[in-house]
């Protein structure tokens, strides 16, 4: 079932990106304004793809993706741009762009298992270290909301989020055990402080921001032709979200790092927060882009990994359930794509709301990831690990291309376990 769920997968990104219905990158999607317009070519909008997505799948994607042992969906979608705009648009293309992703989803799920049965022949095994990687994460994405916040208004406005997360976070951890009848109940702390973090972030957008003096009507009404388009695929976006959704319930798919870092340890709950965050900070950009273009995305705004998280280990009911309610959400995404734009431009603080909560997250997640990179370096070899990953870290930056922030952590990580193999077989490490 996993190897079919992934075939899928893979087949329906690359059918989508190849068909000009959607793809997952954000910075390709407005080019195919120009494709549809005549003004570039499918072996411009092919480069395109490639020079916006190839550094993030193997920087990004796949490192992130071996330290929590799921893969992250940015691997899978990416890599499905890439393969659907390589071919033609044309009936041959169609086919062959189908197949090429569904064989490349399945290529991509043995090759995750391949390299961890490979790390499992080595003498020094790291693994298991690399978990620590993801511990801070688990930790400090509560700490965003009240970054993004402070991006909205001011410092002061993120000062008091922060110590309100941090107060509800304790006041839960001491007065979070109680009783109802026979039924014990213990809220959890980290989850209690995300939850509040979130609301309070949403509260202070919503009131810093003022209604914009422009039409919507008229400002989106250029675009008509392209949100129609995009309604016109709706049973193909529905198809999509649904195995999206799916492949997530079967852990084969993470929506991010921060929800797969929850997700590895069993944490649904605060998976799915930290999923609804990422879906909070682009549900601006995805609408926005698609209705310039007349392209969506495979996952939308990416609101069905919320609940296809809850459906984790409910069986076939979970199965069927994650599917369902993942086209569900596609279509409703679909039909309100111009209502909810319109809404967007009416109220720009909700709008800048999305830019300073992707900005934030990747804050956070920068220094998490850094951070915990560095914990388990120093785990697997104990010192040198500390050097090893700090030294990535500001050769990155003075490189002429420096790799995403995020990504040095979890390489260092591994690739430090991959030294301290060769330096055991030399006899240099015990």
């Known amino acids: 079932m996993t190897i079919a769920v992934m075939a899928a997968l893979g087949g329906i990104a690359a059918y989508l990106a190849n068909r000009n219905i959607a793809v997952f990158s954000d910075g390709v999607r407005p080019v195919y304004q120009s494709y549809f317009n005549n003004e570039t070519d499918r072996k411009?909008?092919?480069?395109?793809?490639?020079?916006?997505?190839?550094?993030?799948?193997?920087?990004?994607?796949?490192?992130?993706?071996?330290?929590?042992?799921?893969?992250?969906?940015?691997?899978?979608?990416?890599?499905?741009?890439?393969?659907g705009t390589f071919f033609k648009?044309?009936?041959?293309?169609?086919?062959?762009?189908?197949?090429?992703?569904?064989?490349?989803?399945?290529?991509?799920?043995?090759?995750?298992q391949g390299i961890f049965y490979v790390f499992s022949l080595m003498p020094v095994q790291f693994t298991g270290d690399l978990s620590e990687i993801n511990n801070?994460?688990?930790?400090?994405?509560?700490?965003?909301?009240?970054?993004?916040?402070?991006?909205?208004?001011?410092?002061?406005?993120?000062?008091?989020v922060l110590a309100?997360?941090?107060?509800?976070?304790?006041?839960?951890?001491?007065?979070?055990?109680?009783?109802?009848?026979?039924?014990?109940?213990?809220?959890?702390?980290?989850?209690t402080a995300l939850?509040?973090?979130?609301?309070?972030?949403?509260?202070?957008?919503?009131?810093?921001?003022?209604?914009?003096?422009?039409s919507a009507g008229e400002a989106f009404a250029v675009f008509g032709k392209n949100i129609d388009r995009i309604k016109k695929?709706?049973?193909?976006?529905?198809?999509?979200?649904?195995?999206?959704?799916?492949?997530?319930?079967?852990?084969?798919?993470?929506?991010?790092?921060?929800?797969?870092?929850?997700?590895?340890?069993?944490?649904?709950?605060?998976?799915?927060?930290?999923?609804?965050?990422?879906?909070?900070?682009?549900?601006p950009l995805v609408m926005t882009t698609a209705i310039i273009s007349g392209v969506y995305s495979p996952s939308g705004t990416k609101a069905l990994y919320v609940p296809a998280i809850l459906f984790i280990?409910?069986?076939?009911?979970?199965?069927?359930?994650?599917?369902?309610?993942?086209?569900?959400?596609?279509?409703?995404?679909?039909?309100?794509?111009?209502f909810i734009a319109k809404g967007l431009d009416r109220f720009p603080g909700m709008k800048e709301l999305g830019d300073n909560t992707r900005t934030a997250m990747g804050k956070i997640l920068d220094i998490a990831l850094l951070i915990g990179g560095m914990m388990a370096a120093n785990a697997i070899a104990p010192t040198i690990?500390?050097?090893?990953?700090?030294?990535?870290?500001?050769?990155?930056?003075?490189?002429?291309?420096?790799?995403?922030g995020m990504a040095i952590g979890p390489i260092g990580a591994i690739s430090m376990g991959l030294i301290v193999n060769i330096l055991h077989l030399a006899r240099l490490f015990p």
């Open 44 to 83: 411009t909008l092919f480069a395109s793809s490639f020079a916006l997505s190839i550094g993030l799948i193997f920087t990004f994607g796949l490192p992130i993706s071996v330290t929590g042992g799921i893969i992250i969906a940015h691997t899978v979608f990416l890599a499905c741009d890439i393969i």
């Open 313 to 338: 280990n409910l069986g076939i009911i979970g199965i069927v359930g994650s599917f369902l309610t993942g086209a569900l959400i596609m279509v409703i995404e679909v039909l309100l794509l111009g």
């Open 164 to 191: 309100l997360t941090i107060l509800v976070r304790q006041l839960t951890a001491v007065y979070g055990k109680f009783s109802i009848g026979s039924a014990d109940i213990a809220l959890d702390a980290d989850s």
């Open 233 to 283: 695929n709706i049973l193909l976006l529905a198809l999509s979200g649904g195995i999206a959704a799916l492949a997530t319930t079967l852990l084969l798919v993470a929506e991010g790092p921060a929800s797969m870092a929850f997700t590895a340890e069993g944490r649904y709950s605060e998976a799915a927060l930290a999923a609804l965050a990422r879906c909070i900070g682009f549900i």
């Open 385 to 404: 690990g500390y050097i090893w990953v700090i030294g990535l870290f500001y050769l990155n930056q003075n490189s002429k291309k420096p790799l995403p």
């Open 89 to 112: 648009d044309d009936r041959k293309g169609i086919f062959l762009s189908a197949l090429t992703g569904a064989v490349f989803g399945v290529i991509l799920l043995v090759l995750m």
């Open 136 to 160: 801070l994460v688990v930790v400090l994405f509560c700490v965003f909301p009240a970054l993004a916040a402070a991006y909205q208004t001011n410092t002061r406005n993120g000062l008091l």
């Open 195 to 214: 939850f509040f973090a979130i609301i309070a972030m949403v509260f202070v957008a919503l009131v810093t921001s003022k209604k914009s003096g422009a």
